[in-house]
């Protein structure tokens, strides 16, 4: 895949990409944003609401302007489309406090010695940094990311109904925000679903199928992945964006552990970006690869033939890829048949 060649410009502009991305979590900060959707849209308005100095919310909002996320008219300022989508708490959409996460002083730390993940081949961070027990900014990430999350859940269920098979029993693995195990019980009345992930993520999972209408029709199974009574059987296991935290060998022993769970004839639907096999394309997961070397001891963004590898090796028949939300993602599908489910029944016990 060929890239434009960098320039000088492109070289400076992305050894201060950190000014751009610290002006924006500032502005958050500050509810910058939905104080101009609220109607303070002069600077001595703005600096009233957001109980800051004049000069420094005029530099602020303007740098915004500057870099696309405000409009200026005269002296008022105005929010852009994607800002007044995304970036005004009053939206449906609002996706601002994923500053907490995505701006952290710990995925910051993990991005401040790349040298050092580079020549370690894993994190510097303290092994469970982020996916130790119970870390606290993936509560505030699941719950900023929910909204983001019930459009892709929406075109899971479509996808779902397009395959023309019904999910069943579910276990929502990681469910962070739990949209899609809750999309899928909300399309279809009879499924029920048991979210698993830290405690105080299945809070926010809790909240939110509590807000779709689900209860009596969910169970929470706290604890890590690897280790909590899955209980069981289910028809479908949901994994959504968790395989790529862990190593290969890891990822193999819990799609075992996720296939003992599976009721004859079930499937495990995982939500992956997935690489080419040159390794740098598409570019968004390519990029990704970085991000899980300086953030896990061995996580990694895979290949199709590195994740049919996985599941084959857990003991899954046939393994289907197929396009899903943005480019670099697919949906995977994975089966067990019930005459594979039943040569390997002694081995699961």
Same mark, same amino acid.
């Given at each position: 895949?060929?890239?434009?060649?960098?320039?000088? #410009?492109?070289?400076?502009?992305?050894?201060?990409?950190?000014?751009?991305?610290?002006?924006?979590?500032?502005?958050?900060?500050?509810?910058?944003?939905? /104080?101009?959707?609220?109607?303070?849209?002069?600077?001595?308005?703005?600096?009233?609401?957001?109980?800051?100095?004049?000069?420094?919310?005029?530099?602020?909002?303007?740098?915004?302007?500057?870099?696309?996320?405000? !409009?200026?008219?005269?002296?008022?300022?105005?929010?852009?489309?994607?800002?007044?989508?995304?970036?005004?708490?009053?939206?449906?959409?609002?996706?601002?406090?994923?500053?907490?996460?995505?701006?952290?002083?710990?995925?910051?730390?993990?991005?401040?010695?790349?040298?050092?993940?580079?020549?370690?081949?894993?994190?510097?961070?303290?092994?469970?940094?982020?996916?130790?027990?119970?870390?606290?900014?993936? /509560?505030?990430?699941?719950?900023?990311?929910?909204?983001?999350?019930?459009?892709?859940? #929406?075109?899971?269920?479509?996808?779902?109904?397009? !395959?023309?098979?019904?999910?069943?029993?579910?276990?929502?693995?990681?469910?962070?925000?739990?949209?899609?195990?809750?999309?899928?019980?909300?399309?279809?009345? !009879?499924?029920?679903?048991?979210?698993?992930?830290?405690?105080?993520?299945?809070?926010?999972?809790?909240?939110?199928?509590?807000?779709?209408?689900?209860?009596?029709?969910?169970?929470?199974?706290?604890?890590?992945?690897?280790?909590?009574?899955?209980?069981?059987?289910?028809?479908?296991?949901?994994?959504?964006?968790?395989?790529?935290?862990?190593?290969?060998?890891?990822?193999?022993?819990?799609?075992?552990?996720?296939?003992?769970?599976?009721?004859?004839?079930?499937?495990?639907?995982?939500?992956?970006?997935?690489?080419? /096999?040159?390794?740098?394309?598409?570019?968004?997961?390519?990029?990704?690869?970085?991000?899980?070397?300086?953030?896990?001891?061995?996580?990694?963004?895979?290949?199709?033939?590195?994740?049919?590898?996985?599941?084959?090796?857990?003991?899954?028949?046939?393994?289907?890829?197929?396009?899903?939300? !943005?480019?670099? #993602?697919?949906?995977?599908?994975?089966?067990?048949?019930?005459?594979?489910?039943?040569?390997?029944?002694?081995?699961?016990?």
């Amino acid at each position: 895949m060929t890239q434009p060649s960098p320039s000088p #410009q492109t070289i400076f502009e992305t050894l201060t990409a950190y000014q751009k991305s610290a002006a924006l979590a500032g502005a958050i900060t500050l509810d910058l944003f939905t /104080a101009i959707a609220a109607g303070a849209t002069s600077i001595e308005a703005l600096a009233k609401r957001c109980g800051v100095s004049d000069r420094g919310i005029r530099s602020l909002c303007d740098y915004l302007v500057a870099t696309g996320f405000l !409009e200026k008219r005269g002296r008022l300022y105005g929010l852009t489309a994607g800002a007044a989508a995304y970036l005004d708490r009053a939206s449906d959409g609002y996706v601002g406090d994923a500053v907490e996460f995505l701006h952290s002083s710990e995925l910051q730390g993990a991005f401040a010695d790349v040298p050092g993940a580079v020549r370690r081949g894993g994190t510097v961070l303290e092994q469970d940094a982020f996916t130790g027990p119970d870390h606290p900014a993936w /509560a505030a990430f699941a719950r900023a990311m929910a909204p983001m999350a019930t459009v892709l859940a #929406q075109q899971l269920v479509a996808f779902i109904v397009g !395959e023309g098979w019904t999910p069943g029993r579910v276990l929502d693995v990681s469910a962070g925000h739990g949209r899609y195990g809750i999309a899928l019980a909300t399309h279809w009345p !009879e499924t029920s679903v048991a979210f698993q992930d830290w405690p105080t993520v299945l809070a926010v999972a809790a909240e939110q199928a509590r807000a779709a209408g689900l209860e009596g029709r969910y169970t929470l199974l706290p604890g890590s992945a690897f280790e909590v009574d899955l209980g069981g059987p289910y028809d479908t296991v949901l994994l959504p964006n968790f395989l790529h935290h862990f190593d290969r060998a890891a990822c193999t022993a819990l799609l075992r552990r996720l296939r003992a769970v599976l009721a004859p004839g079930g499937r495990i639907v995982a939500i992956e970006a997935v690489v080419d /096999a040159d390794r740098v394309s598409p570019a968004p997961a390519a990029a990704f690869g970085l991000v899980m070397l300086v953030t896990t001891p061995g996580g990694d963004v895979y290949t199709r033939t590195e994740l049919e590898a996985m599941f084959h090796d857990a003991g899954f028949d046939r393994t289907v890829f197929r396009p899903f939300g !943005e480019a670099h #993602q697919q949906v995977i599908v994975s089966t067990l048949s019930n005459a594979h489910r039943s040569a390997i029944e002694p081995d699961l016990r």
